[in-house]
């Protein structure tokens, strides 16, 4: 009876030992559950404040959306209007530098070809073997009026002659009987129009704007075959006719 109580107790005690670890772990387990409701507490708390926060920032718009698009609409016009105002300003200094080419490019001539006898007689004619280097060269270095004025405004050379030689009456092309009176007149009305399209004097006149300038980053060589100045109409697919 003894040997059996022995037994009996000594199983008790290894029955108790393990309710004990049983009872440990489960400890453990409820202490980590209880710190995971505590942070999800805690995050619960976090974002019910986001809620909160994004509640108060939704009803302040509802409250003011009609002022908040007043100045969304105004600071656009506003922009918007800048940006118009400062375009305006780069194309009228770019009006000024273009205006000064078609004016200086005079005294230039007449001191690069001084004591030529087309120069000393301006109703002369410059003549084949001048006239390349006065006006346009076909080949080689370009000529004076087309290195300092056609190069520099993007004007066509075959254009300009073009023109030349129908506003002089000579009839042919390229036109080396003209004058350097005639010249002068021509390059001057030339321009005056190519000034026109690059810079319509009214909304309603054929040529360029603020928006193909800015574009074209305001650099003539940037504007697209259409966009180009010519005197004598072409076919739309090339370029668009004065």
Same mark, same amino acid.
């Given at each position: 009876v003894v040997i059996e109580l022995e037994e009996a107790n000594q199983n008790l005690t290894v $029955? @108790?030992? #393990?309710?004990?670890a049983a009872n440990e772990n489960l400890t453990s387990q409820v202490e980590e559950l209880e710190q995971q409701v505590l942070f999800l507490q805690e995050e619960n708390d976090r974002l019910q404040a986001l809620v909160d926060d994004l509640e108060a920032i939704l009803q302040f718009i509802r409250d003011h959306a +009609? +002022?908040? $698009?007043?100045? @969304?609409? /105004?600071? /656009?016009? *506003?922009? /918007? $209007?800048?940006?118009e105002t400062n375009r305006q300003l780069i194309m009228? #200094?770019?009006e000024l530098t273009y205006q000064q080419i078609t004016t200086s490019w005079v005294c230039g001539y007449d001191l690069t070809f001084r004591g030529e006898p087309f120069t000393v007689d301006p109703n002369? !004619?410059?003549? /084949?073997?001048?006239y390349p280097r006065a006006v346009v060269s076909q080949s080689g270095r370009d000529g004076y009026v087309e290195e300092e004025v056609l190069t520099e405004l993007c004007l066509d050379n075959d254009d300009f002659e =073009? *023109?030349?030689?129908?506003?002089?009456? =000579?009839?042919?092309i390229p036109p080396v009987n003209v004058t350097s009176?005639? =010249?002068q007149v021509g390059v001057s009305v030339y321009t005056d129009l190519a000034m026109e399209w690059y810079f319509p004097s009214t909304n309603v006149t054929p040529g360029l704007n603020s928006t193909d300038w800015a574009i074209a980053e305001y650099n003539c060589n940037n504007l697209l075959p259409e966009q180009r100045f010519f005197?004598? !109409? #072409? !076919? !739309?697919s090339t370029f668009s006719p004065i």
């Open positions: $029955q @108790v030992d #393990r309710l004990e +009609e +002022e908040i $698009q007043e100045t @969304v609409e /105004a600071v /656009a016009a *506003f922009l /918007a $209007q800048e940006i009228g #200094r770019l002369s !004619p410059i003549g /084949a073997t001048d =073009l *023109f030349l030689s129908n506003s002089t009456g =000579l009839g042919t009176n005639e =010249l005197w004598e !109409p #072409r !076919p !739309p």
